[in-house]
């Protein structure tokens, strides 16, 4: 044990959970952790030093791995693991063969253990499913030079972002003096094409990231996309990420080495290009502080008993529990804005204000509907965006729609099913796809014991009450839908799921139009393809439903592309599956995990939507590509507007 650290067995009480007393760092004025107290910014190494510094605890290894075993057990794509399909067959990960391997490997760090778990849940490309420690995503790297694959003269390359210089000032100017305090001129590099980083061509590298680092999503292509630089909306507002390659999730490199031409030169220039790290984290001044502010178990880490007096009002509301679908991406924490001269000149139309930005082009006949998110603050705030925008179109003779979905990361269920059926109309019954969740033997348990003390879906997500049957009626709350279950053989595993069900999502809050308001042939979708969660099965719903055109931007050139990121259809939290099986009475069955004693989040794709090709099929493994591509150009690789009246010509 190191000399700096103390650990000790002693369990204690927050909030009625056992904790376990966190790593006590001896006073010493050696303290990597006391070094970068209160920086915004830290260089990597500093940074690392701080993770790095919490010695291994095989209390926390048992405690952790128990949870992630047992969570394991109601992840929906668990078996497709076992060889996955084409073309998806790189994601095919041995998972029950990885945790043996990590609950019995030596690790010199509590950071080592929790990175390797985090890894492997990474490699999974599956943003739904992952080991999130919160004492570890605490710093994120950025790198003075984000890069974009951008046509130029015909011929695709990667460059350094052109408008690097306006976004990185936008960082602000603790990021950018320290880079002058170490005489490092980052601005030269703006728009310079990349020969090569870390000694590989600048597309390879971005496989190997893609790989090895991004996770999130089943189609490598998609990842790929997912390394470059590129516009959003972040919160309310227009923003632009770093990209995998330029803002990764983790401090653990200190420079990265570009060979580049710069612009206007034809001279060949080795670089090698600093990161500095930006704290994300919560207000420390040491170890101690560190661990107890970022890393222990507080009383939010773990799920409670919604029926119990004490944890009431944890329940939300007396509305129903609304399903999300949607991923946490590490890469995408730091939102910076997009530099002013790449906003939109086109006047927003009314419904503008939150996480959609709508606007008419100048050709005046078409309108632009940027959905940035499916996760709102204000739930039926987004409805009413979408009608004002489109009453709004309508009002001003708008006859054709664009939708971008550019780095939507998901959201709320059934907003997504909402924009579906605002589009396409309400005669299209149920707006959403066929779905079940996986009965493994606690959950038919918990279903059991949802219906014996009369939970509804104010309360669990296992209520009947929150689905209807295939003829799209409410399915009463005495229905058992895990029985008879179903099964199959995946792979040569059996699975067992529960009956097929529709989500209940209506009565909405504005008036469903009957026929779609626009003709559907006019309607189209762009993007990126970092589309994620509710977000692919929205416009999984509009390309299998409806044939709706589908164009995507970027990639790599000659490598295929899916039109969407990872298609679930519901995202249980730690917290939620934990509250489910606590609120159903069964926190003590011998299925049942323990409490966490970290603060940490292990998220599950707790149901499959089926597809409409092909029921058999999650959407997830439906194979289906954008009906066009398209290279970025300097033009439209970080200009919306540009993009949008590109791609009005092309698509209508």
Same mark, same amino acid.
């Given at each position: 044990?190191?000399?700096?650290?103390?650990?000790?067995?002693?369990?204690?009480?927050?909030?009625?959970?056992?904790?376990?007393?966190?790593?006590?760092?001896?006073?010493?004025? *050696?303290?990597?952790?006391?070094?970068?107290?209160?920086?915004?910014?830290?260089?990597?190494?500093?940074?690392?030093?701080?993770?790095?510094?919490?010695?291994?605890?095989?209390?926390?290894?048992?405690?952790?791995?128990?949870?992630?075993?047992?969570?394991?057990?109601?992840?929906?794509?668990?078996?497709?693991?076992?060889?996955?399909?084409?073309?998806?067959?790189?994601?095919?990960?041995?998972?029950?063969?990885?945790?043996?391997?990590?609950?019995?490997?030596?690790?010199?760090?509590?950071?080592?253990?929790?990175?390797?778990?985090?890894?492997?849940?990474?490699?999974?490309?599956?943003?739904?499913?992952?080991?999130?420690?919160?004492?570890?995503?605490?710093?994120?790297?950025?790198?003075?030079?984000?890069?974009?694959?951008?046509?130029?003269?015909?011929?695709?390359?990667?460059?350094?972002?052109?408008?690097?210089?306006?976004?990185?000032?936008?960082?602000?100017?603790?990021?950018?003096?320290?880079?002058?305090?170490?005489?490092?001129?980052?601005?030269?590099?703006?728009?310079?094409?990349?020969?090569?980083?870390?000694?590989?061509?600048?597309?390879?590298?971005?496989?190997?990231?893609?790989?090895?680092?991004?996770?999130?999503?089943?189609?490598?292509?998609?990842?790929?996309?997912?390394?470059?630089?590129?516009?959003?909306?972040?919160?309310?507002?227009?923003?632009?990420?770093?990209?995998?390659?330029?803002?990764?999730?983790?401090?653990?490199?200190?420079?990265?080495?570009?060979?580049?031409?710069?612009?206007?030169?034809?001279?060949?220039?080795?670089?090698?290009?600093?990161?500095?790290?930006?704290?994300?984290?919560?207000?420390?001044?040491?170890?101690?502080?560190?661990?107890?502010?970022?890393?222990?178990?507080?009383?939010?880490?773990?799920?409670?008993?919604?029926?119990?007096?004490? @944890?009431?009002?944890?329940?939300?509301?007396?509305?129903?529990?609304?399903?999300?679908?949607?991923?946490?991406?590490?890469?995408?924490?730091?939102?910076?804005?997009?530099?002013?001269?790449?906003?939109?000149?086109?006047?927003?139309?009314?419904?503008?204000?939150?996480?959609?930005?709508?606007?008419?082009?100048?050709?005046?006949?078409?309108?632009?509907?940027?959905?940035?998110?499916?996760?709102?603050?204000?739930?039926?705030?987004?409805?009413?965006?979408?009608?004002?925008?489109?009453?709004?179109?309508?009002?001003?003779?708008?006859?054709?729609?664009?939708?971008?979905?550019?780095?939507?990361?998901?959201?709320?269920?059934?907003?997504?099913?909402?924009?579906?059926?605002?589009?396409?109309?309400?005669?299209?019954?149920?707006?959403?796809?066929?779905?079940?969740?996986?009965?493994?033997?606690?959950?038919?348990?918990?279903?059991?014991?949802?219906?014996?003390?009369?939970?509804?879906?104010?309360?669990?997500?296992?209520?009947?009450?929150?689905?209807?049957?295939?003829?799209?009626?409410?399915?009463?709350?005495?229905?058992?839908?895990?029985?008879?279950?179903?099964?199959?053989?995946?792979?040569?595993?059996?699975?067992?799921?529960?009956?097929?069900?529709?989500?209940?999502?209506?009565?909405?809050?504005?008036?469903?139009?009957?026929?779609?308001?626009?003709?559907?042939?006019?309607?189209?979708?762009?993007?990126?393809?970092?589309?994620?969660?509710?977000?692919?099965?929205?416009?999984?719903?509009?390309?299998?439903?409806?044939?709706?055109?589908?164009?995507?931007?970027?990639?790599?050139?000659?490598?295929?592309?899916?039109?969407?990121?990872?298609?679930?259809?519901?995202?249980?939290?730690?917290?939620?599956?934990?509250?489910?099986?606590?609120?159903?009475?069964?926190?003590? @069955?011998?299925? *049942?995990?323990?409490?966490?004693?970290?603060?940490?989040?292990?998220?599950?794709?707790?149901?499959?939507?089926?597809?409409?090709?092909?029921?058999?099929?999650?959407?997830?493994?439906?194979?289906?590509?954008?009906?066009?591509?398209?290279?970025?150009?300097?033009?439209?690789?970080?200009?919306?507007?540009?993009?949008?009246?590109?791609?009005?010509?092309?698509?209508?």
């Amino acid at each position: 044990m190191p000399a700096s650290l103390v650990w000790t067995g002693l369990l204690f009480m927050v909030v009625g959970l056992p904790i376990l007393s966190s790593a006590i760092p001896a006073p010493r004025s *050696a303290d990597p952790c006391a070094k970068i107290a209160g920086q915004a910014f830290v260089v990597p190494a500093d940074a690392m030093a701080c993770l790095t510094s919490f010695p291994f605890n095989e209390t926390l290894r048992q405690n952790v791995m128990s949870v992630v075993s047992n969570i394991f057990d109601f992840y929906t794509f668990e078996d497709y693991y076992l060889n996955s399909p084409p073309p998806f067959q790189e994601s095919t990960v041995q998972i029950r063969q990885e945790l043996a391997r990590i609950n019995t490997t030596q690790y010199s760090s509590d950071y080592e253990f929790n990175r390797d778990l985090y890894n492997v849940t990474t490699i999974l490309n599956d943003g739904h499913t992952r080991w999130l420690p919160s004492c570890y995503q605490t710093f994120q790297n950025l790198l003075p030079a984000p890069v974009v694959t951008l046509e130029v003269n015909g011929e695709q390359n990667v460059f350094i972002a052109p408008d690097s210089v306006e976004f990185i000032n936008l960082v602000g100017t603790e990021y950018t003096d320290y880079f002058a305090s170490i005489g490092f001129d980052w601005q030269r590099l703006a728009g310079a094409r990349v020969l090569s980083i870390a000694g590989m061509d600048p597309y390879a590298y971005a496989d190997l990231i893609a790989d090895t680092e991004t996770g999130n999503y089943l189609d490598h292509g998609v990842r790929v996309n997912s390394c470059w630089s590129s516009y959003r909306i972040s919160g309310t507002d227009f923003s632009q990420r770093f990209g995998d390659i330029a803002g990764p999730g983790f401090p653990d490199r200190n420079t990265l080495t570009m060979e580049v031409l710069l612009a206007n030169s034809t001279k060949k220039e080795t670089v090698t290009i600093p990161f500095l790290a930006s704290y994300l984290g919560e207000n420390f001044t040491d170890s101690a502080s560190f661990w107890t502010a970022n890393c222990a178990a507080n009383n939010e880490t773990n799920g409670v008993d919604f029926l119990s007096g004490s @944890d009431l009002g944890r329940a939300g509301s007396s509305l129903p529990k609304r399903p999300r679908a949607v991923i946490k991406d590490a890469s995408q924490r730091n939102a910076v804005g997009l530099p002013d001269p790449f906003l939109p000149t086109a006047p927003p139309v009314n419904g503008s204000e939150a996480v959609i930005k709508s606007f008419i082009l100048p050709d005046k006949k078409t309108g632009v509907m940027f959905v940035g998110s499916f996760e709102p603050d204000d739930f039926n705030g987004f409805q009413f965006d979408v009608e004002a925008a489109i009453k709004q179109f309508k009002a001003e003779g708008v006859s054709q729609v664009l939708i971008d979905l550019s780095n939507n990361g998901g959201g709320f269920v059934c907003l997504g099913q909402f924009l579906h059926e605002y589009l396409a109309g309400s005669k299209i019954g149920n707006p959403g796809f066929q779905s079940t969740n996986r009965a493994n033997p606690l959950a038919q348990k918990i279903v059991e014991n949802v219906i014996a003390k009369g939970i509804t879906s104010n309360f669990s997500f296992y209520a009947p009450d929150n689905w209807a049957s295939l003829d799209n009626v409410m399915l009463p709350n005495t229905f058992n839908y895990d029985q008879p279950p179903v099964t199959s053989v995946i792979n040569g595993a059996t699975y067992i799921e529960s009956q097929r069900f529709f989500d209940v999502c209506t009565p909405f809050a504005v008036d469903m139009p009957e026929e779609p308001p626009f003709d559907l042939s006019k309607v189209a979708i762009v993007g990126n393809a970092d589309c994620a969660s509710t977000c692919a099965m929205f416009s999984t719903l509009m390309f299998e439903r409806h044939q709706t055109k589908v164009a995507i931007f970027g990639g790599k050139p000659g490598l295929a592309m899916e039109y969407k990121g990872m298609a679930g259809n519901q995202v249980l939290e730690w917290t939620d599956i934990d509250s489910e099986i606590k609120t159903s009475g069964l926190a003590n @069955d011998p299925l *049942a995990p323990p409490d966490l004693l970290v603060n940490a989040d292990f998220r599950h794709n707790w149901r499959t939507a089926y597809s409409f090709l092909n029921e058999k099929v999650p959407i997830a493994y439906e194979s289906e590509h954008p009906q066009f591509r398209f290279p970025f150009t300097v033009e439209t690789y970080m200009n919306p507007q540009n993009l949008w009246e590109f791609a009005a010509k092309q698509l209508f």
